[in-house]
């Protein structure tokens, strides 16, 4: 299987407790994407990599939040101190820089986060 | 704020009809539309991309971008009860990152 993968699928934990996501993309894409969706929602932005560099965070990730993509390979996200708000499904996509500027975006599996 | 717009539905179809969905967007400089397919507990899904003014088809799918009125489509064709599903309008509001703003989505029921 060639796609997005993620790691863990499912993670439940106790308020207060630190989790951790990763996310290996498709080999040859250098874009990196974190979204998070919550039910009945559409995905919403997190965070963006190119190659290794972290180019933009959202103002929804707080300094509870960190990401790194260390070597422009796989990712991580960490989240401290997790809140019930947390509660949600963890997207990560890929992409490769196309003709004319033009990304597709593919989505792997999710993490979903339940905290307690 | 740059916003996407769907109808949330649900949208029910007879197997065999045409599905029709809809999205509107907010930013006139939008560059890129994208379609998601959406099974319940599962990730998006890429059916389609657009990118100009005018019609794509792609099998049963078409997406159709007209840019002036700040409005993309996409149309199901012979609908099946496998294509029953949340369907996800995506933007790329441009600048340097491609980062993608959703819409809530439409759930398409279709019907046997």
């Known amino acids: 299987d060639t796609g997005v993968s993620q790691d863990p699928r499912h993670k439940i934990t106790k308020r207060g407790q630190n989790v951790t996501f990763r996310c290996d993309p498709i080999?040859?894409?250098?874009?990196l994407y974190w979204y998070r969706q919550t039910l009945g929602q559409g995905p919403e932005f997190l965070t963006y990599?190119?190659?290794?560099?972290?180019?933009?965070k959202s103002r929804l990730l707080s300094d509870r939040f960190s990401a790194e993509r260390p070597k422009g390979s796989f990712s991580t996200l960490e989240i401290q101190r997790t809140e019930q708000g947390d509660s949600a499904m963890y997207l990560c996509?890929?992409?490769?820089?196309?003709?004319?500027?033009?990304?597709?975006?593919?989505f792997g599996p999710g993490t979903r986060l339940t905290v307690l | 704020q740059k916003e996407v717009e769907q109808n949330s539905g649900p949208l029910s179809v007879p197997e065999g009809a045409i599905a029709s969905l809809n999205c509107t967007y907010s930013?006139?400089?939008?560059?890129?539309f994208f379609w998601y397919r959406q099974y319940s507990g599962k990730s998006p899904e890429l059916i389609m991309s657009?990118?100009?003014?005018g019609d794509k088809e792609d099998g049963r799918f078409t997406a159709q971008l007209n840019k002036a009125s700040q409005y993309v489509s996409l149309l199901i064709r012979d609908s099946q009860p496998s294509d029953s599903a949340t369907y996800l309008c995506?933007?790329?509001?441009?600048?340097?990152?491609?980062?993608?703003?959703f819409g809530k989505g439409t759930l398409l029921t279709v019907n046997p």
């Open positions: 996509a890929s992409s490769r820089t196309g003709t004319g500027g033009n990304d597709e975006q593919f």
């Open positions: 080999s040859e894409h250098n874009r």
């Open positions: 990599f190119q190659n290794e560099a972290q180019l933009e």
């Open positions: 930013d006139r400089v939008s560059q890129s």
């Open positions: 657009i990118y100009s003014n």
């Open positions: 995506a933007v790329s509001f441009g600048g340097s990152n491609y980062k993608l703003t």
